[in-house]
Nanobody, 123 residues
Framework: QLQLVESGGGLVQPGGSLRLSCAAS????????IGWFRQAPGKEREEVSC????????NYADSVKGRFTISRDNAKNTVYLQMNSLKPEDTAVYYC????????????????WGQGTQVTVSS
């Protein structure tokens, strides 16, 4: 069964850090670009970041540039999102998603999705 599983979410104070993980099972991520998306209550799902299949290209939403870093370890079949200097507006459910080869900013272009992990930034 093809599956993506996110982990690492939680409650953190403003200015804190979290590292999210996206682990794949049932298929290899070697040929897939991985995107991180988030969805806050009442808002549309938005792209946060994406990394190409070999990690040579990364994209970030303007709202997270300089604070978030995406990386991948294909040997572990896992992609990470390091989130620093977190703000209350980063509160959302974070999803990872996979598509063949290249990044896309549209959630509709992704073939596989995880179940999501909640990130709450609050004092």
């Amino acid at each position: 069964q093809l599956q993506l599983v996110e982990s690492g979410g939680g409650l953190v104070q403003p200015g804190g850090s979290l590292r999210l993980s996206c682990a794949a099972s049932g298929f290899t991520l070697d040929y897939h670009a991985i995107g991180w998306f988030r969805q806050a209550p009442g808002k549309e799902r938005e792209e946060v970041s994406c990394i190409s299949r070999r990690g040579g290209s990364t994209n970030y939403a303007d709202s997270v540039k300089g604070r978030f870093t995406i990386s991948r370890d294909n040997a572990k079949n896992t992609v990470y999102l390091q989130m620093n200097s977190l703000k209350p507006e980063d509160t959302a459910v974070y999803y990872c998603a996979a598509r063949a080869y290249y990044c896309s900013g549209s959630p509709n272009d992704y073939d596989y999705w995880g179940q999501g992990t909640q990130v709450t930034v609050s004092s």
